[in-house]
């Protein structure tokens, strides 16, 4: 038996912001509102999955984890520089601005304004 997560969703103060954000730092497609009455923000992270966020009022972070190639890894890392985002090497520490990540040669752990932490790890 196969089994593939085709969709989780995503906790956010604002389901939009939220979503544009990771789809900006991951470099991924922001798809159109989709669900009930157009409820959730939409991003696509494969062909088999997508992250839908929905705003809940006092939301509880999450955290979420993602493998990258070392060039998206890069990249990903480059645009959280740029666009002045805290990283860091660790959950506790997710503003050290470190990449030496305790489980991976590469990885690096970022936080939304609703507190999802979402970490980033390549095996370069």
Same mark, same amino acid.
């Given at each position: 038996m196969t089994i593939t997560l085709n969709h989780t969703i995503v906790p956010a103060r604002?389901?939009?912001a939220a979503a544009d954000f990771l789809a900006g730092v991951l470099g991924l !497609? !922001? =798809?159109p509102p989709d669900g009930f009455d157009g409820k959730f923000a939409p991003v696509e992270v494969n062909d088999s999955l997508t992250l839908q966020f929905m705003t809940v009022p006092d939301a509880e972070? *999450? *955290? =979420?984890a993602f493998d990258v190639t070392p060039e998206d890894f890069d990249e990903i890392l480059a645009r959280l520089r740029d666009g002045g985002v805290p990283f860091g090497s660790s959950p506790l520490e997710p503003d050290n601005g470190r990449v030496d990540h305790p489980l991976c040669p590469r990885g690096l752990f970022f936080c939304d304004e609703t507190g999802n =932490?979402?970490?980033v790890m390549s095996p370069a």
């Open positions: 604002d389901n939009a !497609r !922001r =798809l972070p *999450h *955290h =979420l =932490l979402y970490e």
